[in-house]
Every structure is written in C-alpha cells, then in structure tokens.
C-alpha cells in the first residue's frame, strides 16, 4: 500500500499491486487492473519509487521474521 495525493489534495492510500502503468499527461495518472484511472500530485517517478519501495518491504519483511525466530 502507498500513500498519495489526489489533485485536490486529498491523501489516500492505493494497493499499489493494483498499479498497471502510470503515465505523465502532464500531470500522474495512475491505470489500475481494473480499469479505473486516478490522477494525482506526485511525479511519475515519485510513484514508481513507492511502489518499489513497497514491494521492496514487502519481500523483505518474512526474512525479518524468520531471522528473529532462529535467534530465539
């Protein structure tokens, strides 16, 4: 999940697994799998950014787990 910010400033949290591709027209607007499209604030690359940083922690939280149940 990743936090943005709808063009009247309006936060809201988006399933970023849900991202199809986002485009810059001027402004971000985000194509999700279900055809709905959402136009916000941030860059494009602020996005892919997030996004990558979410499915970054997202893989990385089982090993932080698993690495605390071996040491106790």
Do not use: W
Request: proline share 3%.
């Amino acid at each position: 999940m990743i936090t943005l910010t709808k063009l009247n400033g309006n936060e809201f949290v988006l399933n970023a697994e849900m991202i199809r591709y986002v485009e810059r027209c001027p402004d971000t607007l985000i194509s999700l799998m279900t055809g709905e499209t959402i136009m916000v604030a941030e860059t494009m690359e602020e996005v892919v950014r997030r996004s990558i940083a979410y499915q970054q922690a997202k893989h990385l939280l089982p090993q932080i787990g698993a690495a605390a149940r071996r040491v106790a």
